[in-house]
């Protein structure tokens, strides 16, 4: 609120009245001098004024050496508000838009927090999400890894484990068995192995095909060498591997038996029954010589 | 009039000024309690984070048992505005019926009802899509056994509150059970998450890896899922080691469990039998008869005994399973063919003190040790116990109580020359290996030398085992066909086939036990266990690079 005495009405009253009291004054008390006192000091001759010895003056270099640094601190901040520049910098209108574009800025820095704050967020959520993904598919590969799956779905197309009396071991000095093992080397038939990706595995889409191995087999058991290429032609499913096994079981029913795929409570492998049926014709197998090398499948 | 107006206008802020004030003191004192609070719940929420638990894989890195994101549903019926529309929208992604949930939703009197547990995360999400008001998803871990059949009873089952209860996960449960985590989430006026931070990280349980091999582990299952098949035993059990340093490479009950619903099968088949089943184990141990007796020099491979038709011990009359007229067998001979008169002269040369020290020498009444809950220690009797008759029966298998996991150590000092040392089934925790634990010496390595090749002649031709040979392989093991005790008298129908062999003879790499509780149809080890210790070596051989003689 601004005093009546400071308004331009008041300052005309003020000045007048002050006018009119300075001539009450003087109309009232006759005027007075005042004598002043002769000085002690003698008076200033005329001529010129005798030379003055310099004054000793400190070296600044010299004083602020002495002066401790702290000292040196609190002086330099006593002396701030004299200084010419910070006035100019502070009495300045930059500071204006200044202090505008940083209250804008801080604004947005809390702004960024926020979404930086929410991103982080989404991303701890991503990771939990890319987490759970990720167990399910170690599951997934756990399952799809199972030898018991695969062996059933390789069952499926006709292909089966021999039984343990069903290997044989050829000498190598056995120069008989020699050529045979060699001619049973076949190469890999890489179309019927990509046929078999085509249906990705499935046993539904071989069934055939392990029907077609499965009468095949008792064929190859007589005959090792033959067999192998004659259903390789026969069927892209047949492989040498298939031609070995079927030959190891020799059975065509315990062949069909396995088809299709298994449970737990129901174990592809041969039970100990079938395996003593299969093993006569897997131990006759080895004299057909079908070994390769040192340990090859009847 | 100006001044007036001003003060008037003065006046009016300062008034609106210390309205102002006080309400912020109302509230931010006599208020500030409650309205903590409700800011509290209304935007600011704290999750616990449960960690997962460790997996646990076999030696190779095959996942045996994982853990995976699932979560609890709940409801909050007061909030749930259409019942029926919201059952039916969940009853199928649930799999629940849709009165069931109906009736979860329309419960009176309650604010908070589960409507599903342990749900999995792709279902959960499904759910958080719909936006059901008064839906509430609460996250927790729960535990999968990708291979569901496999080693079900090693690795055992966890129960509610992620804790084990059998097997590995409840001997390891320390290292695999992890430390929950505290999220705090900050939501927006409309309910959507402005901040996400984790008060307290997750630490996840250590993975714990398994000495155990899954390929072989499916083998051993396989072949006692034919055994089962073909004798229906009430159980049966195999043991695969490594006997130069104790580590089972699988080790497989029948009956079978689905590991991920353990409780689908009675309580006996979830038991692991290798070292929770006491039974007597017959010819087995008869190894132990002899290789006490090598050990103390009393008798050599080549010592000659005469064995007469029957043997009167106290008021036992000893038999052999075939009947014979007097004939003299050496110590392999009497092992080979498996002879309870020979194994009983053996047993009364080496004494009855001397037997018990050898009994418990191989670790015979006490657990072997191995880092699996629930062994038994067996039952053996000391010296001072026994009767006149025991040496009747003792040497020959009878009259004690082992378990196939004793059995199992008990042999690999034979095969490995003669170091008894514990079997453990855990390779590494957290990445970091286990130590393997330190064996003590029973038998001098010449006498294990000894005795493996003795234990050869069972396998050969003559032999109680010798259709269990595999062509190219030097074998060795023993035959055992012990009778069951029923209400304390040995049974004429029950038996207990078993086998316990191991590959090659010489420097053995693998060691097989089998063991099938009350086979019907066949009772002796050599025709009901001796097959299944073939296929499972036969495979096993290639596998594991053990190349033939």
């Known amino acids: 609120m601004t005093p009546a005495a400071m308004t331009p009405a008041g300052r005309v009253k003020r000045n007048t009245a002050a006018a009119t009291t300075t001539k009450q004054r003087s109309s009232a008390h006759p005027l007075r001098l005042r004598v002043r006192p002769a000085p002690k000091s003698p008076r200033r001759v005329s001529g010129p004024l005798p030379r003055r010895a310099p004054a000793r003056s400190r070296p600044a270099s010299r004083l602020s050496g002495r002066m401790h640094p702290v000292q040196r601190a609190a002086a330099f901040v006593r002396g701030l508000p004299d200084q010419a520049l910070l006035d100019r910098l502070v009495r300045g209108r930059v500071w204006i838009p200044l202090l505008g574009v940083m209250l804008a800025g801080i604004v947005a820095m809390q702004v960024e927090v926020l979404k930086l704050g929410a991103s982080i967020g989404r991303s701890i959520e991503r990771g939990t999400a890319l987490q759970s993904r990720n167990e399910q598919l170690r599951d997934t590969v756990a399952s799809l890894a199972d030898d018991q799956r695969i062996e059933g779905l390789a069952a499926g197309m006709g292909m089966v484990m021999a039984p343990p009396t069903g290997v044989g071991f050829l000498s190598r000095s056995a120069g008989a068995n020699t050529p045979q093992a060699i001619a049973n080397i076949h190469a890999p038939n890489s179309q019927a192995f990509l046929s078999l990706l085509s249906s990705n595995g499935a046993v539904t889409g071989l069934a055939s095909a392990s029907t077609t191995a499965t009468a095949g087999a008792p064929t190859i058991s007589s005959t090792p060498a033959a067999p192998s290429s004659a259903l390789a032609a026969s069927t892209p499913a047949s492989t040498t591997t298939i031609n070995t096994a079927q030959a190891a079981v020799g059975s065509p029913s315990q062949a069909t038996a396995t088809t299709g795929t298994r449970t737990p409570s129901q174990p592809s492998t041969p039970t100990p029954a079938s395996t003593t049926h299969a093993a006569p014709a897997a131990t006759s197998a080895p004299a057909a010589g079908a070994g390769t090398g040192g340990a090859g499948v009847p | ?549």
């Not at chain 2, 007229?325 to 053996?346: C, F, P, R, Y």
């Open chain 2, 1 to 549: 009039m100006v001044d007036r107006r001003i003060g008037i206008l003065f006046v009016a802020f300062v008034s609106l000024l210390s309205i102002a004030l006080l309400r912020a003191t109302y509230l931010g004192a006599v208020r500030a309690g409650s309205l903590r609070h409700a800011a509290a719940t209304q935007q600011v929420t704290s999750l616990t984070i449960p960690a997962p638990r460790g997996s646990i894989t076999d030696r190779n890195g095959v996942e045996l048992a994982i853990s995976q994101a699932a979560d609890d549903v709940a409801a909050d019926p007061h909030l749930i505005k259409n019942a029926p529309q919201v059952a039916q929208q969940l009853a199928p992604i649930l799999r629940k019926p849709e009165s069931t949930l109906l009736t979860s939703l329309t419960k009176p009197r309650t604010g908070f009802v589960y409507l599903a547990h342990l749900v999995p995360a792709d279902r959960a999400a499904e759910i958080s899509k719909l936006q059901i008001d008064g839906l509430t998803m609460i996250p927790q871990v729960t535990r999968v056994y990708p291979r569901s059949w496999a080693a079900s009873q090693v690795l055992g089952s966890v129960g509610w509150g992620d804790r084990g209860l059998s097997g590995v996960e409840y001997r390891y449960d320390a290292a695999l059970r992890g430390r929950d985590g505290t999220r705090k989430i900050v939501n927006d006026a409309i309910g959507q998450a402005i901040s996400i931070d984790d008060v307290r990280a997750t630490q996840p349980g250590k993975r714990v890896e398994l000495t155990i091999d899954a390929a072989l582990q499916d083998e051993l299952e396989q072949v006692l899922a034919g055994v089962g098949a073909q004798y229906s035993p009430r159980g049966a059990t195999a043991i695969a080691m490594d006997p130069n340093n104790g580590e089972i490479l699988a080790l497989a009950n029948w009956p079978r469990v689905n590991a991920n619903d353990p409780a689908g099968a009675p309580s006996y088949a979830n038991e692991d039998r290798a070292v929770g089943f006491n039974y007597e184990p017959g010819s087995t141990f008869k190894a132990i008869t002899v290789a006490g007796a090598l050990q103390d020099g009393v008798v050599t491979p080549d010592t000659q005994f005469g064995i007469p038709s029957q043997l009167q011990v106290a008021d036992r009359t000893i038999h052999d399973a075939e009947p014979h007229g007097d004939e003299t067998l050496s110590v392999a001979q009497i092992l080979k063919v498996s002879s309870n008169i020979g194994a009983d002269e053996i047993g009364m040369k080496v004494g009855p003190q001397r037997f018990d020290h050898w009994v418990h020498r191989f670790g015979f009444g006490a657990p072997t040790g191995v880092d699996l809950p629930g062994e038994e220690q067996g039952i053996v009797l000391h010296a001072s116990q026994y009767s006149g008759s025991s040496m009747g029966n003792l040497p020959l298998g009878q009259g004690e109580s082992v378990t196939p996991i004793q059995m199992a150590t008990a042999y690999s000092a034979i095969a490995n020359g003669g170091i008894l040392r514990p079997p453990h089934v855990v390779k590494a925790i957290g990445g970091k290996p286990t130590p393997i634990p330190e064996g003590r010496r029973i038998i001098s390595s010449s006498t294990a030398a000894e005795l493996r090749d003795m234990l050869r002649g069972v396998l050969a031709d003559g032999g109680t085992a010798s259709g269990a040979a595999i062509q190219g392989y030097d074998l060795a093991g023993k035959t055992g066909t012990a009778n069951v005790v029923v209400q304390g008298q040995y049974s004429s129908s029950a038996y207990i086939a078993s086998f316990i062999g191991f590959v090659p003879a010489s420097h053995p790499r693998l060691l097989v036990a089998v063991m099938v509780d009350e086979p019907q149809g066949a009772i002796f080890g050599g025709s009901v266990a001796a097959p299944a210790f073939q296929k499972i070596v036969g495979w096993a051989v290639p596998y594991l690079g053990i190349s033939p003689n």
